[in-house]
């Protein structure tokens, strides 16, 4: 059975940085599609970061392009989010997610099957 369990949220001010840590156990790490999202309040979940196991290619959605890095631990079981350069606009709940039976990454929600409990990032000064 797969289970995610995220850390590393808080406060922070912004242009400040956080790592957020997805353990994960049950998972392969052969070929699976591991994403970041969050949840803001009234809007919809977003997919943010995503990582293919197999092969470690990443994509990110254009609001954090070139300021969060996902990345894998696989002798760890983890995956991480580092979120630099911190805007108001990043608070949210992030929750770290697995798709387990797509052939490649996708952005959308519904392809993954495993949710981790979220964490929350506040971004303020």
């Known amino acids: 059975q797969v289970q995610l369990a995220e850390s590393g949220g808080g406060s922070v001010q912004p242009g400040g940085s956080l790592r957020l840590a997805c353990a994960t156990s049950?998972?392969?790490?052969?070929?699976?599609?591991m994403g970041w999202f969050r949840q803001a309040p009234g809007k919809e979940r977003q997919g943010i970061a995503l990582?293919?196991?197999?092969?470690?290619?990443?994509y990110y959605a254009d609001p954090v392009k070139g300021r969060f890095i996902i990345s894998q631990d696989k002798a760890a079981n983890t995956v991480y989010l580092q979120m630099n350069v911190l805007k108001p606009e990043d608070t949210a709940t992030y929750y770290c997610?697995?798709?387990?039976?797509?052939?490649?990454?996708?952005?959308?929600?519904?392809?993954?099957?495993?949710w981790g409990q979220g964490t929350q990032v506040t971004v303020s000064s």
């Open positions: 990582i293919w196991t197999g092969d470690s290619s990443t």
């Open positions: 049950g998972l392969m790490y052969e070929g699976e599609c």
């Open positions: 997610a697995a798709a387990t039976t797509v052939p490649y990454c996708y952005f959308s929600a519904r392809r993954y099957n495993y």
